[in-house]
């Protein structure tokens, strides 16, 4: 069974930074993507960044780049997504989804597979 807990949000003012968390367990692939969504209230799911573990490809969406840093760590099967210059309307839950294809453009496009995503992380972020 795959599991992935994301961890790490919080409340912080405009201007600061976060670190989520995402760890993976029951997954049998070596190689695969995992990739980082968002979705603020009566918002649509928003795809943000991914990685593929195997070669450490990386895919920002245009509404992440600058600001948005995803790395991950394969001895702890934890990714990480590294968010500055916090804003308001990064305000949402943010969640991470697990992929076998190991091709983030796939993933992002998608969306997660049922039952290869977990429960996110509520990001809050003050004017």
């Known amino acids: 069974e795959v599991q992935l807990q994301a961890s790490g949000g919080g409340l912080v003012q405009a201007g600061g930074s976060l670190r989520l968390s995402c760890a993976v367990s029951g997954f049998t692939f070596d190689h695969y993507a995992i990739g980082w969504f968002r979705q603020a209230p009566g918002k649509e799911r928003e795809p943000i960044s991914c990685?593929?573990?195997?070669?450490?490809?990386?895919y920002y969406a245009d509404s992440a780049k600058g600001r948005f840093t995803i790395s991950n760590d394969n001895a702890k099967n934890t990714v990480y997504l590294q968010i500055d210059s916090l804003k308001p309307e990064d305000t949402a839950v943010y969640f991470c989804a697990a992929d076998f294809v190991p091709v983030c453009k796939f993933l992002m496009e998608a969306g997660p597979r049922p039952g290869y995503w977990g429960q996110g992380t509520q990001v809050t972020v003050s004017s």
């Open positions: 990685i593929t573990t195997g070669d450490g490809n990386t």
